[in-house]
């Protein structure tokens, strides 16, 4: 788990436990991070403007201050599956497991009934399941570091194998962003090697490595010329 996502699951864990509220030893052993982390952590939450508070008496702690939160969002049956369709239709589409996560917090947030209903409704959506289709990765950590490249916008360096099983090692890129075509998706970015642009299928990516080097800023049309009128970008 990385820092960002640490710091949000700690928010949450700090309002799941309501008034009892949790030590930095609890909080360690569930994030499997040192207590020192932990209360960097809890700065960082703090001077974001969490209300988070320490707790006096043995053992000491912390604790969210439930008046200054927001209220919980309430969720239909079809938006959680919604959610849940498109989550098993591309189960490969990069920040997959983001999404699988969101859903967690989605039905965590709805009430016995609510998650009866959506049950319910799910039972009335099929999708094949794509767990034996050809050429799906054996691993989902090499995409993980690509989507946390991208994300941070670094040098990924690639071990890859292309349509003809020839195989590339070490092969530093610049990310530029994911596309989905012809019923994959592909990193789009600058190879360093090729001083040009270039398209990865994920799963023909066989290892990555991220590194600490920024990524230059590049403008997609500039690399790969102008961009498709039937491609957009993913709108929220």
Request: aromatic residues 8%; positive net charge; charged residues 25%.
């Amino acid at each position: 788990m990385n820092r960002t996502d640490r710091l949000y699951a700690i928010a949450e864990a700090l309002r799941a436990a309501g008034d009892e509220g949790r030590t930095a030893a609890w909080l360690a052993e569930r994030f499997e991070v040192a207590t020192r982390t932990i209360k960097r952590d809890v700065t960082a939450l703090q001077d974001a403007g969490q209300p988070i508070y320490g707790l006096g008496g043995r053992g000491g702690g912390y604790r969210i201050d439930p008046a200054a939160t927001l209220a919980p969002v309430a969720f239909t049956p079809g938006e959680v599956i919604a959610l849940a369709t498109l989550l098993a239709i591309d189960a490969d589409a990069p920040y997959a497991v983001e999404g699988r996560r969101a859903l967690a917090k989605v039905l965590d947030a709805m009430g016995p009934c609510g998650r009866a209903g959506a049950a319910a409704l799910g039972g009335r959506v099929w999708v094949r399941s794509a767990s034996t289709a050809p050429g799906r990765p054996r691993s989902r950590r090499p995409i993980r570091v690509v989507e946390d490249a991208v994300a941070r916008q670094v040098v990924v360096v690639l071990d890859y194998a292309d349509a003809d099983g020839v195989a590339t090692r070490r092969r530093p890129v610049e990310p530029l962003g994911f596309a989905r075509t012809s019923g994959h998706w592909y990193l789009m970015a600058w190879c360093r090697w090729r001083r040009a642009g270039r398209w990865f299928r994920l799963d023909r990516i066989v290892a990555a490595d991220l590194t600490t080097q920024p990524a230059p800023l590049r403008r997609l049309d500039d690399v790969f010329g102008e961009v498709p009128a039937d491609a957009a970008p993913v709108e929220v």
